[in-house]
């Protein structure tokens, strides 16, 4: 049957619920440790907040007035991506100038290092060059990329920003030092999806990554963890950087 009764035609808000990969502003709501099932890999994952949408018919998720989005670092599962990790968190202090801050906190295990620099973190905006990686056609996974990937509201032209991200824009740091691009044909930036050949499954691969469409709940194939990780006595002040 055909008829117009009982349908919704109120306006929609146009803007997604969702953060996109590319160039945003975004504040840090959380960090979180998971840790992969099968091996003792973890990794740290950033639960992001846009900017607020302008926009009366917008509904966030869980009430949040932005898109959201969940940015994962690599794994740690050695000396060298555990120096990665340190790196990244030096980077994110130094644009917030809460290095000196930072540089005194430590952990024994990585969940208690995360849980104190949560305290400084959390809360903050920075513009994010945020990473691609499509792990099935057309869904993706954000990646906190490991070069180039964050400035302080200062160093850019937040005017020229919006809150969903831009594709292949150059952002021009006040300075002219430097510019914060997104170019989807570098391999760094983003991994596009690669059919299997015909006969060959990974078991559970798509599994490990975060639909960008359910941002919002935390992968099922991690779980949050607090046992203790293989790097101890975590400190930014005995790195060399």
């Not at 906190?144 to 919006?162: N, P, W």
Request: charged share 20%; proline share 3%.
């Amino acid at each position: 049957m055909f008829g117009t009764k009982g349908v919704d035609t109120a306006e929609k808000s146009g803007v997604s619920k969702y953060l996109n990969y590319g160039i945003v502003i975004a504040k840090i709501n959380g960090i979180a440790v998971e840790k992969a099932r099968s091996t003792d890999s973890k990794r740290i994952v950033f639960s992001l907040e846009g900017k607020p949408v302008d926009d009366g018919s917008f509904i966030g998720v869980d009430g949040a007035k932005g898109p959201i989005g969940k940015m994962s670092t690599n794994y740690m599962n050695s000396d060298k991506s555990y120096q990665d990790f340190m790196r990244q968190i030096g980077v994110i202090a130094d644009k917030l100038g809460l290095r000196a801050q930072i540089d005194t906190v430590s952990g024994s295990t990585i969940e208690e290092y995360i849980a104190k620099v949560s305290q400084l973190f959390v809360g903050k905006p920075l513009c994010w060059n945020i990473g691609g990686e499509e792990y099935t056609e057309g869904k993706f996974a954000l990646k906190l990329q490991r070069y180039s990937f964050v400035k302080s509201l200062s160093e850019v032209d937040a005017t020229s920003l919006t809150y969903d991200g831009y594709i292949g824009v150059d952002i021009k740091d006040y300075n002219g030092m430097s510019t914060m691009n997104f170019d989807k044909t570098n391999k760094y930036h983003f991994t596009p999806y690669v059919q299997p050949d015909a006969g060959f499954e990974l078991p559970g691969a798509t599994s490990f990554f975060t639909d960008v469409s359910n941002v919002a709940s935390i992968d099922s194939s991690f779980t949050t963890t607090s046992s203790p990780d293989i790097s101890s006595g975590l400190k930014m002040g005995d790195l060399p950087f």
